[in-house]
T-cell receptor, first 116, second 110 residues
Framework: DTAVSQTPKYLVTQMGNDKSIKCEQN?????MYWYKQDSKKFLKIMFS???????INETVPNRFSPKSPDKAHLNLHINSLELGDSAVYFC???????????????FGQGTRLTVV | GEDVEQSLFLSVREGDSSVINCTYT??????LYWYKQEPGAGLQLLTY?????DMKQDQRLTVLLNKKDKHLSLRIADTQTGDSAIYFC??????????FGSGTRLSIRP
């Protein structure tokens, strides 16, 4: 029973298209994240949601729009895809602790996005 | 700023110990983590240490924390070929987010 699942696993699309990646967690966590891993394997946080509310929005183009219909889901929609958007996108979830910190993050398997 | 730094590459001989080092910036981080990423896979939590601890041992893994220097290390004893992966250090920053280092690619030579 997968804890954090993302779909699709692979996504190949043309420049200028709009695409979505879906993420679901069954851990009952309140916090969900999107991370981008580039070709050098650097892992950068993009967004963080806590109980459906956006709490972190790093310097990400506004072509990227996360949507959280409920606390178990955090989807990522990307408009007008560009070549530089090619990367692996990871969804993760964690549970806030008192004091503002979080438990360890559980990751999905990643979505490899290739823009051609 | 927020930066977690690691060296990018480490090569060790099979059977030797591997030591992966990390420095972090947020002195108020309560938890520090080590994640492992195998090729084509997501990140899996290997181990973590609470900030009031100096050391944690878990089978072949030993984590050392020097809070004064904000230095974290992961030692893997008796390194095996299955340990080949990228290892990420991460801190649970006070900004309510988990910040990752650049990852250290561990390769094993026979």
């Amino acid at each position: 029973d997968t804890a954090v699942s993302q779909t699709p696993k692979y996504l190949v699309t043309q420049m200028g298209n709009d695409k979505s990646i879906k993420c679901e967690q069954n851990l009952g966590h309140d916090t969900m994240y999107w991370y981008k891993q580039d070709s050098k394997k650097f892992l950068k946080i993009m967004f963080s949601y806590n109980n459906k509310e956006l709490i972190i929005n790093e310097t990400v183009p506004n072509r990227f729009s996360p949507k959280s219909p409920d606390k178990a889901h955090l989807n990522l929609h990307i408009n007008s895809l560009e070549l530089g958007d090619s990367a692996v996108y990871f969804c993760a979830s964690s549970q806030p602790r008192p004091g503002g910190w979080n438990t360890e993050a559980f990751f999905g398997q990643g979505t490899r996005l290739t823009v051609v | 700023g927020e930066d977690v730094e690691q060296s990018l590459f480490l090569s060790v001989r099979e059977g030797d110990s591997s030591v992966i080092n990390c420095t972090y910036t947020d002195s108020s981080s309560t938890y520090l983590y080590w994640y492992k990423q195998e090729p084509g896979a997501g990140l899996q939590l290997l181990t973590y240490i609470f900030s009031n601890m100096d050391m944690k041992q878990d089978q072949r893994l030993t984590v050392l924390l020097n809070k004064k220097d904000k230095h974290l290390s992961l030692r893997i004893a008796d390194t095996q070929t299955g340990d080949s992966a990228i290892y990420f250090c991460a801190e649970d920053s006070s900004a309510s987010k988990i910040i990752f280092g650049s990852g250290t690619r561990l390769s094993i030579r026979p």
